[in-house]
């Protein structure tokens, strides 16, 4: 019986499983989307989670309880300057899973992680098309 226990191992130790979520939150703050497995995805979303709660009050207290999982400067940065004043008034609930389907090396279950409100997928590659195709258009003249 499980009874109380709460949480997935991953495969890793104590301290690997830690780490490996401080770097799966780490790259989600920095790029607002991430692709990963979909049981590291479930078991990142508290945990990320909760750092944005602190993070919506903009303390020193609260800026060191994130610093402890958060070691990148830049991410740090970004956590309460841009994602914390952005969900001040949503009450959780900050990210969004999608299932993508299964990885071919090794049938893994995949799913991409993305930030509630971030910028649509489909915006970043229209930018950059219309950006490339600028740039022949200036080239060829």
Do not use: C, Q, W
Request: aromatic share 4%.
């Amino acid at each position: 019986m499980r009874h109380r226990v709460k949480g997935r191992k991953l495969g890793r130790t104590t301290a690997h499983r830690v780490a490996t979520l401080r770097n799966l939150s780490t790259a989600l703050f920095t790029h607002e989307r991430i692709t990963t497995t979909l049981m590291k995805a479930k078991e990142m979303r508290p945990f990320a989670e909760k750092l944005i709660t602190i993070s919506r009050r903009d303390t020193l207290h609260a800026r060191r309880n994130v610093a402890r999982n958060i070691r990148d400067k830049s991410a740090l940065k970004k956590l309460f300057e841009t994602l914390g004043p952005r969900y001040a008034d949503r009450p959780g609930g900050y990210i969004r899973l999608y299932h993508l389907g299964y990885r071919p090396g090794d049938t893994a279950d995949m799913a991409l992680v993305e930030l509630v409100d971030a910028a649509p997928v489909e915006a970043d590659a229209k930018e950059k098309k219309k950006d490339d195709s600028e740039k022949t258009v200036k080239a060829e003249s």
